[in-house]
């Protein structure tokens, strides 16, 4: 187990070495249930119980940025074991339109998914599609790659939008800048993230059926950072994300950062960390403290040919695969895994489509499969913790 | 291998293909089609999303252009493409050439043939074909040939060309397919060229059926190489010269109409890229045929096959419009078999609201004082969000049943919607109108309800 990390005011009841078994929040129509916690680091293990199901935290959530994964099916995806998965407002907004998919009964009809959904508010194509957005107090200005036409995408739209999409968590509109961005403009954003974020509050038309989660922003600056946590932990919303990381920072103000931040959010509220994906960091950031996870990488490095691993990755389209009989790991007990081999894939990228499509398989269940570890892992230690409680609570009894 | 058939009618075979894998446990319906594949794979499926689908053909197609450059990993694996590819227990069918890919002509000489991989041209020798046969231990296989007679103005010295060497290439085939202990046991089909020749057609066809071949692979006569007329016009000459007791494949048709024209001349077999090729357009097949028995023959006990197959008007009047006089020109055009998923038409939905008013009498006087049954009829419109008019037909029966002084009432309603032509929604399920509602009445009252 990783060694102690210094921890700040809110877990105070961890000084007395005692573990709080259960705590229950109860903020409709989102519950979390914290089932077990570290007791040396700040990780926890918990029950989300969303609209759509309950979801086991630690958990990553796949990226289905335009109402589907690429290159697998709802079914594939839910035999994966995955309860809940990201949509995109930004390009669902684009095309195919709010107003077509609240028709369809929502995200959840259009793509026919039975589980969760989360929806983020569009916010990161600030940063994504810099050249063709501009910010404003109003909202972000967005030139439609598709069709060349302006859109303004305000936080009253981001809200209305994910409002017809009716995914189960929402995302607010932050004004998100690069965390390798400096200066004034860090600042600027992280005072109009609270602004937007009480513009979103108002909007939502549906508190009963979504949740809305607030963004903490505050770049790589510390006091920033606490302020927005200070003032966005006074709105009552049913969880919070945190923003503004996972841009290319050095690790070391990333961490310190998650870490800032877990201590000043409350702790029967989610934690969402957002952009974070690579194994490493997800096990790092779960015992900072962080719940929930969500990265493109293992879906696009997919389609790029490379396979996650325990050890690392496999570029499958490399030669040194051409003629290796074995599964891309043989412990793996994906679909893809238990029947095609390295060579096997290796030689269908040269042919067709479906190479990527077993991969990406591959690489969700690996995502999954790491963050059902942890939370089996947390659940060992609680486990343990009991019994060691216990065994010494009848030993002192008994004399 | 044996095709046991159950009836011929005018050239129009119907059957089994029996015996089929090494251990002979699978058949094949006739007429068929085999499961196009990439390197082994449903191109983009998965092998469990492909396994979602119902009555998969029992014929796996592989193709030796997505094979060939990977001959030594197969060598060295030795156990075959069944077991390479992860596939599940089905008979394993190999051409040479990918029916959805064109390749580019120029490149056959007396000796070789070529296939184009990932990473360009693979020049083939009836030594090196034999050799992938070995590797990849299908269950059948066509021999080598030379094929390319498709371009417009083949001279017929390159036709017979093609059918002298196809015929050499056969004969070198089966002389290395019996030293080859891997392939014992595994069929070969001799291909029958002949371009847009008749004497060629039948030349190659009565030649090869000389040879001890397990069936017959019809090739030259794809879709882009000729006319759905002139097709069946040397199919049938060909069929002449081929014993009734062996399959025919014809390998490069798959539009349906086409399909169902080569069936009726006598083909047993087809390759299924035609729904790969839809997709890559972006379109989905929806086809309603009608296949209309000639009314003057019905009941008269004379076996008639279908005439004519007819297409829904609406989409032969498409099928027009994109027909060309240039096959070649029709490869990436739409059929009238397809929807073009990202017309704008299929993109809003139609949600109809629909109100139905409907009258029950309750006679107190009814005969049998306990229960009364009522039919009543109507007809209501309703007015879609797409702006689309529908009509819907209710046909309710409710059956009164006195419970002291009151009548309760249970009625079930079938409501069929139609929607205007103007929509391309030819239909919508019966079903959705069903609905049952219960409700009480005293005796004598009309009442409406609405849904």
Redesign the interface.
């Known amino acids: 187990m990783a060694a102690p990390i210094a921890r700040g005011a809110a877990t105070s009841s961890l000084e007395t070495g005692m573990v709080v078994k259960k705590a229950v929040s109860i903020v409709a129509p989102l519950a979390l249930r914290i089932i077990a916690e570290c007791p040396v680091t700040k990780a926890r293990a918990c029950d989300l119980k969303l609209p759509h199901c309950t979801v086991s935290t630690p958990v990553f959530m796949p990226v289905g940025t335009q109402g589907t994964m690429k290159?697998?099916?709802v079914?594939?995806l839910d035999?994966l074991g995955c309860q809940i998965c990201l949509g995109n407002t930004y390009h669902l907004g684009m095309r195919?339109g709010p107003e077509?998919i609240e028709?369809?009964n929502g995200l959840h009809g259009f793509m026919n998914w039975k589980r969760n959904l989360l929806t983020d508010s569009g916010g990161f194509q600030m940063v994504s599609l810099v050249e063709l957005s501009e910010v404003t107090e109003e909202g972000v200005k967005f030139k439609s790659p598709y069709d060349g036409k302006e859109i303004l995408l305000s936080p009253e739209q981001s809200i209305a939008i994910q409002n017809s999409l009716g995914s189960d968590i929402m995302m607010q509109l932050d004004d998100v800048v690069s965390s390798t961005v400096t200066g004034p403009r860090v600042e600027e954003a992280t005072w109009r993230s609270i602004r937007w974020l009480d513009r979103c509050i108002a909007a939502n038309k549906n508190p009963d059926r979504q949740n809305l989660f607030a963004i903490i922003q505050g770049g790589l600056n510390a006091e920033l950072r606490k302020a927005c946590l200070d003032e966005m932990t006074k709105r009552d919303v049913p969880g919070f994300a945190i923003g503004g990381l996972s841009g290319g920072e050095e690790k070391d103000d990333f961490w310190r950062m998650v870490t800032l931040s877990t201590d000043h959010l409350p702790r029967e509220k989610p934690r969402y960390l957002m952009g974070v994906g690579y194994a490493v960091d997800l096990v790092v950031c779960v015992a900072l403290g962080c719940d929930m996870f969500d990265c493109v990488f293992p879906t696009r490095t997919a389609r790029f040919g490379s396979a996650l691993v325990p050890w690392g990755s496999l570029t499958i389209t490399k030669k040194q695969f051409?003629?290796d009989?074995q599964a891309i790991d043989p412990d793996c007990q994906c679909?893809?895994c238990r029947?095609?081999?390295r060579?096997?894939l290796h030689?269908?990228f040269?042919?067709?489509?479906?190479?990527m499509?077993?991969i990406t398989?591959h690489n969700i269940s690996y995502q999954v499969c790491v963050s059902i570890m942890v939370n089996g892992f947390l659940l060992l230690l609680f486990a343990i913790d009991e019994i060691i409680t216990l065994s010494s609570i009848f030993a002192s009894s008994s004399l | 291998m044996k095709l046991e058939l159950s009836m011929v009618v005018q050239g129009c075979r119907l059957g089994v293909l029996t015996g089929l894998g090494r251990a002979g446990q699978h058949s094949l319906e006739v007429p068929g089609c085999l499961l196009y594949t990439?390197?082994?794979?449903?191109?983009?499926?998965?092998?469990?999303?492909l396994h979602?689908l119902n009555n998969l053909p029992s014929v796996t197609q592989l193709t030796l252009n997505?094979l060939a450059?990977?001959q030594?990993?197969l060598e060295?694996?030795k156990e075959g493409v069944r077991k390479?590819?992860?596939l599940h227990d089905t008979v394993l069918y190999c051409s040479l050439h990918d029916p959805a890919t064109s390749c580019p002509p120029g490149h056959i000489t007396n000796k070789t043939v070529s296939v184009w991989?990932?990473?360009g041209r693979i020049e083939l020798t009836v030594a090196k074909f034999m050799a992938l046969q070995k590797a990849v231990q299908p269950d059948l296989y066509q021999s080598m040939a030379d094929g390319e007679t498709w371009q417009i103005n083949t001279s017929r010295k390159r036709v017979r060309k093609s059918v002298d060497r196809t015929l050499a290439h056969l004969d070198e085939c089966l002389l290395l397919h019996h030293k080859t202990q891997e392939l014992s046991g595994v069929e070969v089909l001799g291909v029958v060229e002949g371009g847009d020749v008749l004497e060629e057609r039948v030349r190659s066809a009565r030649e090869t059926a000389k040879r001890p071949v397990g069936g017959f692979c019809l090739d030259g006569l794809h879709t882009a190489a000729m006319e759905t007329h002139l097709r069946t016009q040397l199919i049938t000459a060909i069929i002449k010269e081929l014993p009734e007791d062996k399959p025919r494949l014809l390998q490069g048709v798959g539009r349906p109409d086409e399909v169902l024209a080569c069936v009726e001349a006598g083909v047993d077999l087809f390759e299924s890229f035609f729904p790969f090729q839809v997709t890559e357009r972006g379109c989905a097949l929806t086809f309603p045929f009608n296949i209309t028995t000639d009314p003057e023959a019905a009941g008269t006990g004379v076996q008639v096959p279908p005439t004519v197959v007819e297409l829904d008007k609406h989409e032969a009047a498409i099928g027009q419009k994109n027909g060309t006089d240039n096959p070649q020109e029709d490869q990436t055009k739409m059929t009238p078999f397809e929807i073009n998923l990202k017309d704008n038409r299929f993109?809003?939905?139609c949600?109809c609201a629909s109100w139905c008013m409907h009258v029950c009498l309750c006679p107190s006087h009814s005969i049998l004082r306990c229960v009364c049954v009522c039919v009543c009829v109507c007809v209501c419109v309703c007015v879609c969000?797409c702006v689309c008019v529908c009509v819907c037909v209710c046909v309710c029966v409710c059956v009164c049943v006195p419970v002291s002084s009151v009548c309760a009432c249970v009625s079930l309603w079938v409501c069929v919607t139609l929607c205007s032509p103007g929509t391309e929604r030819t239909s919508v399920p019966w079903w959705r109108g069903v609905a049952a509602t219960a409700a009480g009445t005293t005796r004598g009252r009309t009442y409406t309800t609405f849904w």
């Open positions: 290159g697998i099916t079914d594939q035999d195919p077509l028709k369809a051409a003629k009989l679909p893809t029947r095609h081999s060579a096997y030689a269908l040269k042919s067709d489509t479906a190479a499509h077993h398989i | 990439r390197c082994g794979t449903v191109p983009h499926l998965t092998q469990d999303t979602t997505t450059e990977h030594e990993v060295e694996f390479f590819a992860g991989g990932s990473g993109v809003s939905i949600v969000v």
